[in-house]
C-alpha cells in the first residue's frame, strides 16, 4: 500500500484504471486509457493496475467492478466511477483537476 502512497502523491492528477484481462469491458477501456495519456503528456499521470494481480489492493479500495475509474489529486480521491467512458470526458475530468 505505500507504493500506492506513492503513486498517487503528485504534484499532477492522477488518473487510475482498475481493470482485468478477462472483462470485455475493461479490455475495450485500454485504447481509450492510451489516448488519455497521450493527449495529457506530462500534464497528468495515467496508471493502469490489474485488480487480479493486485488484489489486497483493489479489495482495500473496494473495486468491486471493472472497469473502475479513479482520478485522485494532490493524494486524495477527487472522482471515482465504474465502467466505460470516452476519452474526451475522461480528459475534460483531468483538466479540470490541473486547473484547480
Known sequence: MSKFGELINTPVPVLIDFYTEWNEASV???????????????KAKVIKIDVDKNQELAEALRIK??????IYNKGEIVWRKFGELDA????????????S
Open 88 to 99: 474526451h470526458s475522461l480528459i475534460s475530468l483531468i483538466q479540470e483537476q490541473i486547473l
Open 65 to 70: 467492478n471493472v472497469p473502475t475509474l479513479m
Open 28 to 42: 475495450s477501456m485500454h485504447p481509450v486509457i492510451r489516448d488519455v495519456a497521450a493527449a495529457l503528456g506530462d
